[in-house]
């Protein structure tokens, strides 16, 4: 469309399309350098102090855009009246809208006007790093840097991040980033066997990647959480050993006042729902054993950081995440997905103990929290390692008389004495209330909102803390109500009708807000797990110089994906492929080491002759989408391969999987008996498991839902 338009507007006068603006922009900064040499030849010249400086005003400043941009022709820097990357130096503002903020770029460095004002008072350029704004949205994100050096589980790192240790380079040899010959000197010579599975060319590389990668640890053991949850529900013997421990409970218990007090309004109608959640879950682990560091500052990560090789000796340099940190750490302004090495982790007043990931302990934790709660009821969702919701109404009038609160206590006391962790607990009528109730509970608390308290409880709810609610969906509400700041869940309710939100956020959404504002949520346990997609996405480390080693590769993934599939019982009928290819302008090795950078994304999928979980047919049908692409190998940064249209493995005993479906074979009214005919056709003898080359364009049976190709973005 873009290239058909342009060539009917033809040679607009300006010598190219977007001409306009150039000139427009040129014409300002001529105007611009016209008036400074005004001022110099009246001797109005006051100062160089920001000689060399450029910036761009934009949103409320004081003093106001005319005055700064005079000050600036005063004292030698330059103004533009438009940003561009290459030309500012600082971006000036003192607020800025949300729409503003959510465009702001990696290292954009925001800067209040003040600056400009202390300059002049004290006739030096100053550093900006106490009047930046917005640090935290500037900073660059990317995947977390994996180290894949062994490390001792509990040994315990110090980083102080006012003065880095001399001798951090030597414990941190595997996150040197390429940008440094001679240190990448220093890691092959150390260790070459390591470094070479940080490249995907490495036959160990995935096995590496996945035994060290977090988000792995966190998607793998929520998809084992749910299965184990539901095989346990077959098990007799497990209910038994419920009815038993209920038994034991009801019979030590200490009842008080408020549990003799303590009824439900309808037995038969009302649910008591609790959000149990670990605090600080990997930082809790890491410390079970040493419960004496748990009053200090302790944050997760793959590195304890190093320092940079710049002259500046109190220069900080880490790329490595923050995934975990305890409560005392978040005193100073640290907190998850931070880089070690960002602004408030690098200039507050405290030590950082840098613990590694203790995978192992990880797993003992989770299984021993799981079989606690376990122990009492099976209706339980699990959400992940270290989070659940349960349904307790059944438990509690079983116990009765009993205040949900009093059980919730001897819960958790059970929990701590079996885990050596902390964790925290909120209990309301619906599920979402009891989240929401967890989050007023920590740290390693308990909060109960009781029925007839639901809008008081809501209403003074920040709409941030809605679970799917972002800045994107608030700055759409901020947008059609400019007059007031929202923040609280009461705001919504008095600003916007029902209609009114599904107008500005569509209708599925602006009844969910509705409805969430005012605390209604309808859901109940999803105790079947019935996931609608399983895959396995790999952007890190992918570099390769031919379609050979990736096709070496691809068959580790599948082998992957096939595990992944066995383990949550399911086959796929559709398979769909993605790659990352390096963009245009973009630098061959980005910032980040072994990450993927800006890339262009693509993916293509096909429909499967019929389900399976084959790895053979996994991998080739991967290999084919893959040759349907036109990209250049070496400039492949990532691939994924997701499995859809799931049907589950496990049958009932009539003859159903666990998500309803019957196949027409296992049908009385649908078994005719096999004609004697022999039909001499090549396709009749393919196995049935294999997809043919027809596959992609076959007609699907009606009953199945529509898809469409994906298009190369």
């Given at each position: 469309?873009?290239g058909?338009?342009?060539?009917?507007?033809g040679d607009n006068g300006w010598g190219e399309?977007g001409?306009y603006?150039?000139a427009k922009?040129r014409k300002l900064e001529?105007?611009f350098?016209?008036?400074?040499?005004n001022?110099?030849?009246?001797h109005?010249r006051?100062?160089n102090?920001?000689h060399?400086i450029?910036?761009?005003?934009?949103?409320?400043?004081?003093?106001?855009?005319d005055?700064?941009?005079?000050?600036?022709?005063?004292?030698?820097?330059?103004?533009?009246?438009?940003?561009s990357k290459?030309?500012v130096?600082?971006?000036?503002?003192?607020n800025?809208?949300?729409?503003?903020?959510?465009?702001?770029?990696p290292n954009?460095?925001v800067?209040?006007?003040q600056?400009?004002?202390d300059?002049?008072?004290q006739?030096?350029?100053?550093?900006t790093?106490d009047?930046?704004?917005?640090?935290?949205i500037?900073?660059?994100?990317?995947?977390?840097?994996?180290n894949f050096?062994r490390?001792?589980?509990?040994?315990i790192?110090?980083?102080?991040?006012?003065v880095?240790?001399s001798?951090?380079?030597e414990?941190n040899?595997?996150e040197?980033?390429s940008s440094?010959?001679?240190?990448?000197?220093?890691?092959?010579?150390?260790?070459d066997?390591?470094?070479s599975?940080?490249?995907?060319k490495?036959?160990?590389?995935?096995?590496?990647?996945?035994?060290?990668?977090?988000?792995h640890?966190?998607?793998s053991?929520?998809v084992?959480?749910k299965v184990?949850?539901?095989?346990?529900r077959k098990?007799?013997?497990?209910?038994?050993?419920?009815?038993?421990?209920?038994e034991?409970?009801?019979n030590?218990?200490?009842?008080?006042?408020r549990?003799?007090?303590?009824k439900?309004?309808?037995?038969?109608?009302?649910?008591?729902?609790?959000?149990?959640?670990?605090?600080?879950f990997f930082v809790s682990?890491?410390?079970?054993n040493?419960?004496?560091?748990r009053?200090?500052?302790?944050?997760?990560t793959?590195s304890k950081?190093?320092k940079?090789?710049?002259s500046?000796e109190?220069?900080?340099?880490?790329?490595s995440e923050?995934?975990s940190?305890n409560?005392a750490a978040r005193q100073?302004?640290?907190?998850?997905g931070?880089?070690?090495a960002q602004?408030?982790?690098r200039?507050?007043?405290a030590?950082?103990?840098?613990?590694?990931y203790?995978?192992?302990?990880?797993?003992?934790?989770?299984?021993?929290f799981?079989?606690?709660v376990?122990s009492?009821?099976l209706?339980?969702?699990a959400v992940s390692?270290?989070?659940?919701?349960?349904?307790?109404?059944?438990?509690i009038l079983y116990?009765k008389?009993?205040?949900?609160?009093?059980f919730i206590?001897?819960?958790?006391?059970?929990?701590?004495l079996?885990?050596k962790c902390p964790?925290?607990?909120?209990?309301?009528?619906n599920?979402?209330?009891?989240r929401?109730?967890?989050r007023?509970?920590k740290p390693?608390g308990?909060?109960?909102?009781?029925?007839g308290?639901?809008?008081e409880f809501?209403s003074?709810q920040?709409?941030?803390d809605l679970?799917?609610?972002?800045?994107?969906l608030?700055?759409?509400?901020?947008?059609?109500?400019s007059h007031?700041?929202i923040e609280?869940?009461?705001?919504?309710?008095n600003?916007?009708?029902?209609?009114?939100?599904?107008?500005?956020?569509?209708k599925?959404?602006?009844?969910t807000?509705?409805?969430m504002s005012?605390?209604?949520?309808?859901r109940?346990?999803?105790?079947?797990?019935?996931?609608?997609s399983?895959?396995?996405?790999?952007?890190y480390?992918?570099?390769?110089q031919?379609?050979d080693?990736?096709?070496?590769f691809?068959?580790?993934?599948?082998?992957e994906?096939?595990?992944?599939?066995k383990?949550a019982?399911?086959?796929g009928k559709?398979?769909t492929?993605?790659?990352?290819?390096?963009?245009?302008?973009a630098?061959?090795?980005?910032?980040?080491?072994?990450g993927?950078?800006?890339t262009?994304?693509?993916?293509?999928?096909i429909?499967?002759h019929?389900?399976t979980d084959?790895?053979?047919?996994?991998e080739?049908?991967t290999i084919?989408?893959?040759k349907?692409?036109?990209f250049i190998v070496?400039?492949?940064?990532?691939?994924?391969?997701?499995?859809?249209?799931?049907?589950s493995?496990?049958?009932t005993?009539?003859?159903?999987?666990?998500?309803?479906?019957?196949t027409?074979?296992?049908?009385?009214?649908?078994r005719?008996?096999?004609?004697?005919?022999?039909?001499?056709?090549d396709?009749t003898?393919q196995?049935?498991?294999q997809?043919?080359?027809?596959?992609?364009?076959r007609?699907?049976?009606?009953q199945?839902e529509?898809t469409t190709?994906?298009?190369?973005?």
């Amino acid at each position: 469309m873009a290239g058909r338009a342009s060539a009917q507007r033809g040679d607009n006068g300006w010598g190219e399309w977007g001409g306009y603006m150039a000139a427009k922009k040129r014409k300002l900064e001529e105007q611009f350098d016209k008036d400074c040499m005004n001022n110099v030849q009246q001797h109005e010249r006051k100062s160089n102090i920001f000689h060399g400086i450029s910036i761009f005003v934009d949103g409320h400043t004081e003093p106001p855009a005319d005055e700064l941009k005079k000050l600036m022709i005063e004292h030698g820097g330059v103004y533009h009246a438009y940003y561009s990357k290459d030309k500012v130096t600082y971006f000036i503002s003192n607020n800025l809208p949300y729409a503003k903020i959510r465009k702001l770029k990696p290292n954009d460095k925001v800067v209040g006007s003040q600056w400009i004002i202390d300059c002049i008072k004290q006739n030096k350029l100053l550093p900006t790093h106490d009047y930046e704004m917005y640090k935290d949205i500037t900073k660059s994100r990317g995947q977390t840097e994996l180290n894949f050096k062994r490390i001792e589980p509990m040994k315990i790192i110090t980083s102080d991040f006012n003065v880095p240790n001399s001798d951090d380079e030597e414990n941190n040899s595997f996150e040197k980033t390429s940008s440094s010959s001679s240190e990448t000197e220093e890691i092959q010579a150390e260790d070459d066997d390591n470094l070479s599975a940080l490249n995907a060319k490495h036959p160990k590389f995935l096995e590496t990647f996945l035994k060290r990668s977090r988000l792995h640890y966190l998607s793998s053991a929520a998809v084992a959480k749910k299965v184990y949850v539901q095989d346990l529900r077959k098990k007799s013997e497990h209910r038994l050993l419920i009815e038993k421990q209920r038994e034991e409970l009801k019979n030590k218990l200490q009842r008080t006042e408020r549990d003799y007090l303590f009824k439900l309004n309808d037995e038969k109608k009302d649910k008591i729902y609790m959000h149990i959640d670990m605090d600080c879950f990997f930082v809790s682990v890491a410390t079970r054993n040493q419960p004496e560091l748990r009053d200090q500052p302790i944050a997760i990560t793959h590195s304890k950081g190093k320092k940079s090789t710049t002259s500046n000796e109190n220069q900080f340099y880490s790329r490595s995440e923050i995934s975990s940190c305890n409560y005392a750490a978040r005193q100073y302004g640290v907190r998850n997905g931070m880089y070690l090495a960002q602004e408030l982790c690098r200039n507050h007043n405290a030590k950082i103990l840098c613990l590694p990931y203790d995978y192992e302990g990880f797993h003992i934790v989770s299984d021993l929290f799981y079989n606690t709660v376990l122990s009492y009821t099976l209706d339980v969702e699990a959400v992940s390692c270290d989070e659940m919701y349960v349904d307790l109404t059944d438990l509690i009038l079983y116990l009765k008389p009993l205040h949900p609160l009093t059980f919730i206590s001897l819960l958790r006391e059970e929990i701590q004495l079996n885990t050596k962790c902390p964790c925290s607990a909120g209990l309301a009528s619906n599920m979402l209330l009891a989240r929401l109730a967890t989050r007023q509970a920590k740290p390693n608390g308990q909060f109960y909102v009781e029925k007839g308290y639901e809008q008081e409880f809501i209403s003074k709810q920040k709409i941030l803390d809605l679970p799917g609610i972002g800045l994107s969906l608030l700055d759409k509400l901020q947008q059609n109500c400019s007059h007031h700041t929202i923040e609280i869940c009461k705001q919504i309710q008095n600003l916007f009708s029902l209609e009114q939100l599904k107008t500005i956020l569509g209708k599925k959404q602006g009844q969910t807000i509705y409805d969430m504002s005012r605390g209604i949520d309808m859901r109940t346990l999803s105790k079947d797990y019935l996931p609608k997609s399983i895959s396995i996405d790999i952007n890190y480390g992918i570099r390769f110089q031919t379609f050979d080693e990736l096709t070496l590769f691809i068959k580790q993934l599948s082998l992957e994906l096939h595990k992944r599939l066995k383990q949550a019982k399911q086959k796929g009928k559709q398979l769909t492929v993605k790659i990352r290819v390096r963009s245009l302008n973009a630098p061959i090795e980005p910032e980040k080491f072994m990450g993927c950078g800006r890339t262009d994304d693509s993916s293509r999928l096909i429909n499967l002759h019929s389900y399976t979980d084959d790895v053979t047919t996994i991998e080739s049908e991967t290999i084919k989408l893959l040759k349907q692409f036109h990209f250049i190998v070496a400039d492949l940064r990532g691939v994924g391969i997701t499995i859809t249209q799931l049907q589950s493995t496990t049958k009932t005993t009539h003859g159903q999987d666990i998500n309803g479906t019957r196949t027409l074979f296992e049908c009385n009214q649908f078994r005719v008996s096999k004609p004697a005919i022999s039909i001499d056709n090549d396709d009749t003898n393919q196995n049935a498991d294999q997809p043919s080359e027809s596959s992609v364009t076959r007609k699907r049976p009606i009953q199945q839902e529509q898809t469409t190709t994906i298009a190369r973005k």
